[in-house]
């Protein structure tokens, strides 16, 4: 969090240091792009957010910030053409997300504010058409690549091309799966928490700031906007956090309910159609030392189970089923997927890319073990025990077809939607007129990609232009 903290500084420094540069450079036109005009503070600001991210400051970098851009531009522009839209909705949440990132980085709506030089709902208006923008040409480039369609041809030509000499080598891969078991509170122990989180929806409905309270008690990222979690629809959330905004009016406060997150209690800012905007206050309980002793008296009962049956490996999916408190792996058998490749499902994840608690027990297993139950620490900080289930190794070795089909299909699948993209940009800019200026000229990445004045020259308009005439210069 304080790493955050210190890159959205640098972040709000350097658009500060932007706004102090001298009028005419920032008010400068980089590029026309058909109908379209992009600035150089777009320029500007966008290098600031590259420079906050920890990247070392490389002025050629805005080459490609400015190629981005132009592209980004061609695609809206054919966008309207196709009739390629997208909701409000949408742009709606996505400002929302950039705000609450923006929020809980700077420490709070107040100090962010303070920093940008004005007020939250201004800084969304001015930032809202740009996310609009490149949302509309993402939405473009999936309908200019959906007809894409990768065969089993397409990836033996792709790897049959590939120099025997370059190519890559695939690190040691594991299939692991597990049974995670969650420390739980009785309602004993639950009672603490659930009063607190009581106490402070009674201060709120004696009038005290519902903001100020979220921040100074609420346990959760959005502590630091007053709880505000912006606009979100139904899917938003978990079951119980949406059924009870969603029952909500504008301007009521919930009764406290529970998530598997800890006590909340929310109000309801605004309804807009299938989109509700709200805060809250989440109150997280604390793990006691007897809820870890029954979560591993748990574990361990589910691994004398499997020791015993005699289709261990079969009873291991089950029991993920059954008795795992991982959501994400539980309906899978159990097995984890590999975090770079999650819409490919892929159960092959390199040894590196492993937790290290579980790359650490899965080192000392044999192929088709299950590990006893083990004490782990997960990234939030919380504590459990798992069962762990080694389904295959895989060396590390150089590609081939074999081991590696799945891999090389989505290498050649990503191949034949850049080429198709490139392809599309190849012939769209040749039929738009554009302008770079005269500083970026030198980009490699936009070498020749400003209309001839030739070109321009022969364009065709319905007042006659003397022969001398020569191409409007943009203002700059």
Request: aromatic share 8%.
């Amino acid at each position: 969090m304080r790493k955050f903290g210190i890159a959205l500084l640098s972040f709000i420094l350097l658009i500060s240091a932007v706004k102090a540069q001298p009028k005419h450079t920032l008010d400068k036109i980089a590029a026309v792009v058909g109908s379209g005009i992009i600035l150089q503070s777009d320029i500007e600001l966008k290098y600031a957010t590259y420079v906050a991210q920890g990247m070392p400051p490389n002025a050629s970098f805005k080459c490609n910030i400015l190629q981005q851009l132009v592209s980004q531009k061609l695609l809206a522009q054919q966008a309207i053409i196709d009739s390629v839209d997208v909701k409000e909705d949408e742009v709606d949440n996505s400002v929302d997300r950039r705000m609450r990132e923006m929020i809980q980085r700077a420490g709070g709506q107040d100090r962010l504010e303070q920093f940008l030089g004005r007020s939250v709902i201004q800084y969304k208006d001015e930032i809202r058409p740009d996310i609009k923008e490149g949302l509309i040409a993402q939405r473009m480039q999936q309908k200019i690549t959906a007809n894409v369609n990768t065969t089993p041809q397409d990836v033996k030509k792709f790897f049959d091309g590939i120099p025997k000499d370059s190519l890559p080598t695939f690190n040691k891969e594991v299939e692991v799966g597990q049974i995670v078991f969650q420390p739980k509170l009785n309602a004993a122990e639950k009672e603490a928490y659930k009063n607190k989180a009581e106490e402070l929806r009674k201060r709120v409905l004696a009038g005290e700031d519902f903001g100020k309270l979220a921040r100074l008690y609420s346990q959760d990222g959005a502590a630091a906007a007053g709880g505000d979690l912006g606009f979100n629809d139904r899917t938003g959330y978990v079951k119980e956090f949406t059924a009870m905004a969603f029952k909500l009016k504008a301007g009521e406060i919930s009764p406290v309910f529970e998530t598997d997150f800890g006590f909340h209690f929310l109000q309801v800012i605004e309804r807009r159609g299938e989109q509700v905007h709200v805060r809250h206050i989440i109150i997280q309980p604390v793990v006691t030392q007897e809820s870890l002793d029954r979560s591993k008296t748990r574990a361990d009962s589910i691994y004398a189970l499997m020791m015993k049956s005699q289709k261990n490996l079969d009873y291991f999916s089950y029991a993920a089923a059954a008795y795992s408190d991982d959501k994400e792996t539980k309906f899978n058998g159990g097995m984890l997927l590999n975090a770079e490749n999650v819409e490919a499902r892929s159960t092959y994840i390199p040894t590196d890319k492993l937790d290290p608690q579980v790359a650490l027990i899965t080192d000392t297993m044999k192929v088709g073990s299950i590990s006893k139950p083990f004490l782990y620490t997960g990234a939030d900080g919380k504590k459990g025990y798992k069962i762990l289930y080694l389904k295959s190794t895989t060396n590390a070795h150089k590609a081939n077809l074999t081991q590696d089909y799945p891999k090389l299909k989505e290498y050649a699948n990503n191949n034949k939607v850049n080429v198709t993209v490139s392809q599309w940009f190849e012939k769209r800019r040749k039929e738009t007129f554009m302008r770079i200026d005269q500083e970026y000229q030198g980009c490699p990445t936009l070498k020749g990609w400003s209309t001839p004045a030739t070109t321009i020259s022969e364009v065709k308009t319905d007042e006659p232009k003397p022969a001398d005439t020569k191409p409007a210069e943009v203002k700059q």
